[in-house]
């Protein structure tokens, strides 16, 4: 079975040091990212938290995996991403408090591209500051998108999911 890549590499989406701004399919968080209505795209748009929430069971079992595009760099750093949430997740007493921790974590102002100490530094691109705060700003989106989701995965009916835990 070969490694899930990304559909949208090579897509005409503006990349900002390495990010590809992809339509991301959210109402609550701001960021960046276009949505899929205002570039005309349907409901069946699959976005880059959706391809990382169905790729990463897959995903983390490959010891490597070629970067075929700038999507493809997203999509390592969700999965690292959904890792994270996991961990935290696991640790938490209830999913209450699961959700509290997740979301302090999603939104804390961690490193981005061309910053030191981000955890992908040699895979994204430096840039200019403000195109870098930009591909900070659009990975911090993602990072909050994706936990939301995460959580009805983690704990359906409130209980602890045995096939994420």
């Known amino acids: ?7 949208h590499n090579g897509s ?12 991301l399919k959210t109402a609550k968080y701001r960021g960046p990212a276009p949505t899929p209505a205002s570039l005309g795209l349907t409901d069946e748009f699959v976005d880059l938290v ?3 929430l169905r790729s990463f ?9 070629e970067v075929l595009g700038d999507a493809d760099r997203v999509l390592v ?7 994270k949430c996991l961990s935290v997740a696991s640790q938490a007493g209830s999913a209450e408090d699961a959700a509290r921790q997740l979301e302090v974590v999603a939104a804390s102002e961690l490193p981005g591209p061309g910053e030191a100490g ?13 195109d ?4 900070k ?14 959580l009805p995965l983690f704990y359906p009916d409130g209980q602890p999911s045995k096939w994420w835990f």
């Open 1 to 7: 079975m070969p490694v899930y890549h990304s559909r």
């Open 12 to 23: 005409n989406a503006v990349s900002v040091c390495g990010c590809p701004l992809v339509p």
């Open 50 to 52: 959706d391809e990382a």
């Open 57 to 65: 069971r897959w995903n983390i079992l490959f010891k490597n995996f």
């Open 77 to 83: 750093y969700l999965t690292l991403w959904i890792q």
């Open 118 to 130: 981000f955890i992908l530094g040699s895979w994204f691109k430096a840039g200019p500051p403000q």
């Open 132 to 135: 870098c705060q930009m591909a």
């Open 137 to 150: 700003a659009y990975l911090k989106q993602l990072r909050q998108e994706t936990a939301s989701r995460l």
